[in-house]
């Protein structure tokens, strides 16, 4: 079965954004470890932008609040960027909203 998941990283000042395009599952969730993996510890923040998600379950979550701690243990931080409108539910239905969408996109 192929997975429908693909991710895409730029650089934008003192950020990498990592675009995420797909479901978010388990299916999917060690790719995107993977994939965010070599963006941690850089130095720079990462922004997630998660408007091309369409579906997002509990190891999605994991994997984002794994790279949110290892960032912050880096001095840095992750945030959430444009988040389609079911992640957002799955991130304020558990309460991770205020702690991971970006309070200023777009800066």
């Known amino acids: 079965m192929e997975i429908d998941f693909r991710t895409s990283v730029a ?53 984002l609040l794994d790279a949110r701690t290892k960032q912050l243990a880096s001095g840095r931080s992750v945030f959430v960027q444009n988040p389609s409108n079911i992640v957002r539910r799955v991130l304020d239905a558990t309460g991770l909203s205020g702690l991971l969408i970006d309070p200023l996109p777009g800066v």
């Open 11 to 63: 650089s934008l000042g003192n950020s990498f954004v990592l675009s995420v395009f797909g479901d978010v599952d388990l299916a999917s969730s060690d790719q995107l470890r993977n994939d965010i993996a070599p963006l941690l510890g850089s130095g720079r923040d990462l922004i997630l932008d998660l408007a091309e998600v369409r579906f997002m379950d509990s190891s999605g979550i994991a994997v």
